[in-house]
């Protein structure tokens, strides 16, 4: 594994003689759908969830057997977790857990690069602490000195002119960056060259925008954009960042798989059931040019009155979300009502799952009309509408609501 190229001529990523442009995804989940869909990679956050065993194989060999390839993220420690990098002690063991991993790892086929840290330079604020970048550049000359055959790519939340000075100036050795970026996802190539960067790039984490880039209700709840237009912002996000052939290596979208992040359907291009969404048809168009030949459910017109407003407690609701299936697979709808999330973080850290409330929906059937009963706590909800086509796709939608007294 190799680069190639210069800033004059172009980079490329250079596998088994051939040049391989990233297909990738973030997340792990559904090897089988992902290389079905024409991704041809997917990147870890640590060397743990690489090296982490189903049926006495790890993911790397997982992937290897589905022809995906790996970026195996290192973990390095963030100053605003606790972390010091000023603590030659735990400095020294995060040295030493870094090197063991790789030298573990270096051999697996399908490793493709070292994804070395994740935003460890803060999702807030300047990111150029020197500290952090002079540990970098040890670190990635120690892992090219174990392991000569594969690129070191560190990734920081998104750029800024102070970041990517320090990292020029701090971590030369780098061989990539990473950038994860949401609603500017686009823009990187442009604004990498801007502020002087002119080695290869990769966007690591892209998508639809973030819970923090979009409107909110006047009780500053988040509103999700509908699945439909995930898979628009997904779509031509993707076709945007792989135009720039001349210094773009590819990119990774987030999230192949399903996670609680302010809402729990709002990254997720699989549901927490493995079926796979119109996110995830539509990086399949992007990346192969056809859709896939079962496409997940389409959203049309709906009527749901409560949605972004103020409710009175235990009133009803008839609301309709009618699903199209491309393939006119029969359909089946569940419906909930969750609280909001009061366990918000940043960084994309764990939270909690909001408790599902019961007796809320009154009635349902399969055509999308439901009738919702609010429930009779005063507080902020939302209610969500999961439909599958018992053929491996589905989709996911939710609308907040506030009930009063």
Known sequence: MRIEGTTETGYELIRDGRPFVIHGVGGTARLDVLAACGGNTVRTWDAETALATVDGRTLLEQAHDAGITVT?????????HGFRY????????????VEEAVRRIKDFPALLTWGLGNEMEGPTGRGDREAVWKEVELLARRIHAIDPNHPVMTVVANVNPDKVRAIREHAPSIDILGVNA????????????????????CVTEYGLP????????????PIEP???RKAGFYNVATTDILADTKQCLGAYAFLWGSKQEATASWFGMLLPSGEK????????????????????????DTRVPLANRRVKTATTFDVLAPYHDPEGDALRYYWEVRRESTDRREGGDAERVPEEVPKC????????NATIRVPSAPGAYRLFVTVRDGKGSGCIDNWPFFVEL
């Open 72 to 80: 195996v993220g290192l973990w390095l420690e963030h100053e605003r």
């Open 86 to 97: 000023d603590d030659a002690a735990r400095v020294a063991a995060q040295r030493k857990r």
């Open 182 to 201: 949401y609603a500017g996802a686009a823009g990187v190539g442009n604004a990498l060259r801007r502020m002087g960067w002119t080695k290869p790039y």
């Open 210 to 221: 973030g819970p923090w880039e979009v409107d909110q209700t006047d009780w500053r709840a």
């Open 226 to 228: 509908t699945s439909r």
């Open 277 to 300: 969404t119109i996110a995830a048809d539509a990086m399949a168009e992007a990346w192969t040019g056809s859709w896939p030949n079962n496409r997940a459910p389409i959203l049309g």
């Open 361 to 368: 929906i009154v009635r349902a059937d399969d055509s999308g």
